[in-house]
């Protein structure tokens, strides 16, 4: 059975900006978060820090996470 990765509780995340977004100037404005969902499943959410502690979370698999990154460098014609 598939976990539910919205079900899983997610006190303890910590979240990390990861900036620059397409600009390259480093700026806070690009910045995305990410952080692994404490627990036994492979787990991690993904939002946007512009919006602060409100901003809804993307949960994806660890798997999910690598296939989406993987996609991404595809669209872009960027070396994974």
Do not use: H, Q, W
């Not at 919205?6 to 995340?13: K, R, S, V």
């Not at 700026?27 to 995305?32: G, M, P, T, V």
């Not at 296939?67 to 994974?80: F, V």
């Amino acid at each position: 059975m598939k976990t539910n990765l919205y079900e899983l509780p997610t006190e303890g995340l910590v979240l990390a900006k990861v900036c620059g977004g397409n600009s390259g100037d480093g700026e806070s404005e690009s910045c995305a978060t990410i952080g692994a969902i404490p627990g036994p499943v492979d787990a991690y959410a993904l939002g946007d820090s512009k919006l602060g502690d409100g901003s809804p979370l993307l949960r994806f698999t660890g798997a999910e996470l690598d296939a989406l990154a993987a996609r991404i460098n595809a669209i872009r014609g960027a070396a994974a």
